[in-house]
């Protein structure tokens, strides 16, 4: 009989066709394998119907280790007489599936071992196979073949190429292929010198070590480096360098080991740097490597996972600080003449050209989940599946951290972290992700979702694809995206939400951000929130979380904010225009991340925001020595959970300790926001409770919250594929606007 079979998952670059023709060589079946496209494998197999069986049943459980299959198709047909099993040439892309390209893979043992043992792959910086390697970052269209790659411009010396076409070897159609003789070559530029191969490496290693500052090529753009010591003064360099004075800067450490040193590791937290993925994790600090992250107690830390990396820690024994390399709101740069604008003392990169920029992605694991702070490298472009009908909805997210996500044949693809697309060059990024994804997944808009804020470049982006197009467009409110995307990752029809963050663009105009809401995904209501207060300046209150407090508190604080002169930038005068500002603007939020920054401010832990979050995660590493003094039971008048109550109350304590109050204020918030969540689901008579949104990743909210729900019998719920802030908000925003298109 004849089985024929298509496959839907990651079944391509991941070494599934090899796999596939081992297995029939081995069972004695006859027929073809081969890549569809953008729609998965098609097998057909011609034998005995017991044997077909076994087939089948050994795809699916010892299919190679990234493959992940989503679907099966089986059908029986008239036999036609194959005489061998061979793999087919790929079809062109033509109909349209979920099968897409795998993400990007750190490099894998073997090749690690090939870098030692063999000849042609000695030190040779890009090894890589069928396992591991590039793949995302260098697709520019399917089918996945090397034609289709940037690995287009090197022709494969005789040695590879008998590699590549050796059903045998585990290099076999690895389209990223190659060794020291036939692909890209590695150079560096120092002090107008040019040095290749392997001197490129070493001599970098010994810059490094020196302490020279250099921008290196990695897989999705560069990075720019230094070592990482207990004196500190080579990250002070950089930091004058790129003018950041505040922002942490991630790690790269050489091996596990070395992570140890300087950090605490869990296990769950070891599986997750050690994955192929290899994503930046957030680690608590055991020593401080000065002017790394300052303020915060963890680093955000990763392991190499490229050739390149290996070879450059031979020589080193110290972390690296591995930054990406952008301007201040940028993208990552991802080109050779870019890159020759920043300051450094040498760039070691190599001629193979990234197709797609993507950074490193980055994780933390809060209240035993794992949180993606940002999701990119290593995840994109893997599908996550909706259990709803779906129609094909592109959303575009909102401002911050934004990525966009196409939803189809029900699953979601979401799109590198694009950044903060407040600036032109964000947009166009975002243009261009789009546009690569749109021609990745064939897909065929129908309707298109945005923030419900009118000003966004996203949101006028959207206005004019929907117009472009003539589809419908959705406008969806904030923290309702926010609530919807925990609820579609876990398949809840209904729940209550907690949703806090830092802003977002309320149904009465005002700065929404400390909610709850019920939602049964198309459809939201919002139930209570944190206390309004005014913001003194609007966005220089986010800037300068003083003025947030002086929005608190008013003018019964006057004297205590003229104490704190130096906190303005232009001195009195500024406070005298900030009271004013206090009587008269008409600006209110309910944010839970403005309420941290002024409390930060309040404590005089932070007043001046240099990155997205600062005050709040300071405010949270403060706390972590803290204790509950305060031991505030939460005042909640109707829906409103009163916050000023908490401010007065820290302000008129601030002789205890600032750790203890710093606890005891995230303690309040935590437990006032369960409380009135847990009053309105029994009101709706609901159990399921998501969290979500970028003050969601604090620790002490999320783990005070999830305690208090688990307790009193509810189901506590947090996003683990997409992330729980801004990057992820695309993705709610899509199954919205999919709900109410059904609806
Ligand atoms: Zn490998
Ligand atoms: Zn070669």
Same mark, same amino acid.
């Given at each position: 009989?004849? /089985?024929?079979?298509?496959?839907?998952?990651?079944?391509?670059?991941?070494?599934?066709?090899p796999f596939v023709y081992r297995l029939a060589k081995k069972l004695n079946l006859k027929g073809y394998v081969l890549n569809l496209g953008d729609a998965g494998v098609e097998i057909e197999v011609e034998g005995d119907k017991k044997t077909i069986k076994i087939f089948i049943k050994k795809i699916k459980e010892e299919k190679p280790p990234l493959a992940e299959i989503n679907e099966i198709k089986i059908e029986y047909r008239k036999e036609k007489g194959y005489e061998d099993f061979i793999i087919r040439k790929s079809k062109d892309a033509k109909g349209r599936n979920t099968s897409i390209i795998p993400p990007d893979i750190s490099i894998c043992n073997e090749c690690i071992e090939d870098m030692e043992?063999?000849?042609?792959?000695?030190?040779?910086?890009?090894?890589?196979?069928?396992?591991?390697?590039?793949?995302?970052?260098?697709?520019?269209?399917?089918?996945?073949?090397?034609?289709?790659?940037?690995?287009?411009?090197?022709?494969?010396?005789? #040695?590879?190429?008998?590699?590549?076409?050796?059903?045998?070897?585990?290099?076999?159609?690895?389209? &990223?292929?190659?060794?020291?003789?036939?692909?890209?070559?590695?150079?560096?530029?120092?002090?107008?010198?040019?040095?290749?191969?392997?001197?490129?490496?070493?001599?970098?290693?010994?810059?490094?070590?020196?302490?020279?500052?250099? +921008?290196?090529?990695?897989?999705?753009?560069?990075?720019?480096?230094?070592?990482?010591?207990?004196?500190?003064?080579?990250?002070?360099?950089?930091?004058?360098?790129?003018?950041?004075?505040?922002?942490?800067? +991630?790690?790269?450490?050489?091996?596990?080991?070395?992570?140890?040193?300087?950090?605490?590791?869990?296990?769950?937290?070891?599986?997750?740097?050690?994955?192929?993925?290899?994503?930046?994790?957030?680690?608590?600090?055991? !020593?401080?490597?000065?002017?790394?992250?300052?303020?915060?107690?963890?680093?955000?830390?990763?392991?190499?996972?490229?050739?390149?990396?290996?070879?450059?820690?031979?020589?080193?024994?110290?972390?690296?600080?591995?930054?990406?390399?952008?301007?201040?709101?940028?993208?990552?740069?991802?080109? #050779?003449?870019?890159?020759?604008?920043? %300051?450094?003392? +040498?760039?070691?990169?190599?001629?193979?050209?990234?197709?797609?920029?993507?950074?490193?992605?980055?994780?933390?694991?809060?209240?035993?989940?794992?949180?993606?702070?940002?999701?990119?490298?290593?995840?994109?472009? &893997? /599908?996550?599946?909706?259990?709803?009908?779906?129609?094909?909805?592109?959303?575009?997210?909102?401002?911050?951290?934004?990525?966009?996500?196409?939803?189809?044949?029900?699953?979601?693809?979401?799109?590198?972290?694009?950044?903060?697309?407040q600036h032109l060059e964000n947009l166009e990024f975002l243009k261009k992700a789009i546009e690569h994804f749109s021609n990745l997944l064939n897909f065929s808009i129908e309707a298109i979702a945005c923030d419900l804020h009118p000003a966004f470049l996203t949101t006028r982006y959207a206005e004019e694809i929907a117009e472009e197009k003539d589809i419908e467009i959705f406008r969806i409110q904030h923290h309702h995206a926010h609530v919807a995307k925990a609820m579609a990752e876990y398949g809840l029809e209904e729940a209550i939400g907690i949703a806090i963050d830092g802003f977002g663009y309320g149904s009465d105009a005002k700065a929404w951000g400390g909610e709850i809401l019920f939602s049964n995904?198309?459809?939201?209501?919002?139930?209570?929130?944190?206390?309004?207060?005014?913001?003194?300046?609007?966005?220089?209150?986010?800037?300068?979380?003083?003025?947030?407090?002086?929005?608190?508190?008013?003018?019964?604080?006057?004297?205590?904010?003229?104490?704190?002169?130096?906190?303005?930038?232009?001195?009195?005068? =500024? !406070?005298?225009?900030?009271?004013?500002?206090?009587?008269?603007?008409?600006?209110?939020?309910?944010?839970?991340?403005?309420?941290?920054?002024?409390?930060?401010?309040?404590?005089?832990?932070?007043?001046?925001?240099?990155?997205?979050?600062?005050?709040?995660? %300071?405010?949270?590493?403060?706390?972590?020595?803290?204790?509950?003094?305060?031991?505030?039971?939460?005042?909640?008048?109707?829906?409103?959970?009163? &916050?000023?109550?908490?401010? =007065?109350?820290?302000? #008129?304590?601030?002789?205890?300790?600032? #750790?203890?109050? +710093?606890?005891? /204020?995230?303690?309040? !918030?935590?437990?006032?926001?369960?409380?009135?969540?847990?009053?309105?689901?029994?009101?709706?008579?609901?159990?399921?409770?998501?969290?979500?949104?970028?003050?969601?990743?604090?620790?002490?909210?999320?783990?005070?919250?999830?305690?208090?729900?688990?307790?009193?019998?509810?189901?506590?719920?947090?996003? =683990?594929?997409?992330?729980?802030?801004?990057?992820?908000?695309?993705?709610?925003?899509?199954?919205?606007?999919?709900?109410?298109?059904?609806?």
């Amino acid at each position: 009989m004849l /089985a024929h079979i298509k496959v839907n998952g990651i079944v391509q670059g991941v070494g599934f066709r090899p796999f596939v023709y081992r297995l029939a060589k081995k069972l004695n079946l006859k027929g073809y394998v081969l890549n569809l496209g953008d729609a998965g494998v098609e097998i057909e197999v011609e034998g005995d119907k017991k044997t077909i069986k076994i087939f089948i049943k050994k795809i699916k459980e010892e299919k190679p280790p990234l493959a992940e299959i989503n679907e099966i198709k089986i059908e029986y047909r008239k036999e036609k007489g194959y005489e061998d099993f061979i793999i087919r040439k790929s079809k062109d892309a033509k109909g349209r599936n979920t099968s897409i390209i795998p993400p990007d893979i750190s490099i894998c043992n073997e090749c690690i071992e090939d870098m030692e043992k063999q000849k042609r792959r000695k030190n040779y910086f890009f090894t890589t196979c069928t396992n591991c390697g590039p793949r995302f970052t260098i697709i520019k269209r399917l089918p996945y073949d090397r034609p289709n790659t940037t690995m287009d411009e090197f022709e494969m010396c005789e #040695e590879c190429k008998k590699e590549y076409t050796n059903p045998l070897d585990r290099r076999y159609h690895a389209q &990223t292929i190659a060794c020291k003789r036939c692909g890209p070559k590695i150079f560096l530029e120092y002090k107008n010198e040019i040095f290749e191969g392997e001197e490129a490496i070493w001599k970098s290693s010994a810059l490094l070590k020196e302490g020279k500052i250099i +921008a290196i090529k990695g897989i999705g753009g560069y990075h720019i480096a230094c070592i990482a010591t207990e004196e500190g003064k080579e990250v002070k360099r950089l930091r004058k360098i790129l003018g950041r004075q505040q922002k942490p800067f +991630a790690l790269m450490a050489k091996d596990l080991q070395m992570v140890k040193k300087i950090a605490y590791v869990s296990k769950e937290e070891e599986k997750i740097l050690s994955s192929y993925i290899k994503p930046i994790v957030l680690l608590n600090k055991k !020593i401080e490597l000065p002017y790394v992250a300052p303020g915060l107690h963890n680093y955000g830390i990763m392991l190499p996972y490229t050739g390149l990396h290996i070879l450059l820690f031979k020589e080193i024994d110290s972390p690296l600080v591995m930054t990406s390399a952008n301007y201040p709101g940028l993208p990552i740069i991802y080109d #050779e003449e870019e890159i020759k604008g920043m %300051k450094v003392d +040498a760039i070691l990169f190599y001629n193979r050209k990234i197709w797609q920029r993507c950074d490193d992605s980055i994780m933390r694991r809060v209240a035993g989940k794992n949180l993606l702070i940002r999701r990119s490298r290593g995840f994109v472009p &893997t /599908a996550i599946k909706v259990a709803m009908k779906t129609r094909d909805i592109l959303a575009v997210g909102a401002e911050e951290n934004v990525t966009a996500c196409f939803l189809l044949n029900q699953h979601a693809f979401l799109t590198q972290h694009i950044g903060h697309v407040q600036h032109l060059e964000n947009l166009e990024f975002l243009k261009k992700a789009i546009e690569h994804f749109s021609n990745l997944l064939n897909f065929s808009i129908e309707a298109i979702a945005c923030d419900l804020h009118p000003a966004f470049l996203t949101t006028r982006y959207a206005e004019e694809i929907a117009e472009e197009k003539d589809i419908e467009i959705f406008r969806i409110q904030h923290h309702h995206a926010h609530v919807a995307k925990a609820m579609a990752e876990y398949g809840l029809e209904e729940a209550i939400g907690i949703a806090i963050d830092g802003f977002g663009y309320g149904s009465d105009a005002k700065a929404w951000g400390g909610e709850i809401l019920f939602s049964n995904i198309a459809e939201y209501e919002r139930l209570g929130h944190l206390q309004y207060h005014k913001m003194p300046g609007g966005d220089k209150a986010t800037q300068y979380p003083i003025r947030m407090l002086a929005g608190i508190l008013g003018n019964e604080i006057a004297d205590f904010i003229c104490e704190r002169e130096y906190v303005f930038p232009h001195g009195k005068n =500024e !406070i005298e225009v900030i009271l004013k500002q206090v009587e008269k603007e008409k600006l209110l939020t309910s944010s839970c991340g403005r309420l941290l920054d002024a409390i930060s401010s309040l404590l005089d832990i932070c007043h001046k925001m240099d990155y997205e979050g600062e005050p709040a995660m %300071k405010l949270e590493s403060v706390a972590r020595k803290g204790k509950d003094v305060l031991q505030l039971e939460p005042i909640i008048k109707g829906n409103v959970i009163e &916050t000023k109550y908490l401010v =007065e109350q820290i302000y #008129e304590n601030l002789r205890l300790k600032k #750790e203890d109050l +710093a606890y005891s /204020a995230q303690e309040y !918030i935590a437990k006032a926001l369960a409380t009135l969540a847990m009053q309105k689901a029994d009101e709706y008579g609901i159990k399921n409770m998501v969290i979500a949104g970028g003050c969601a990743y604090n620790e002490h909210l999320t783990t005070k919250i999830k305690e208090m729900l688990e307790k009193n019998g509810y189901k506590f719920f947090i996003n =683990e594929k997409v992330p729980c802030g801004d990057g992820g908000i695309s993705f709610g925003q899509a199954v919205v606007a999919n709900k109410k298109l059904f609806d």
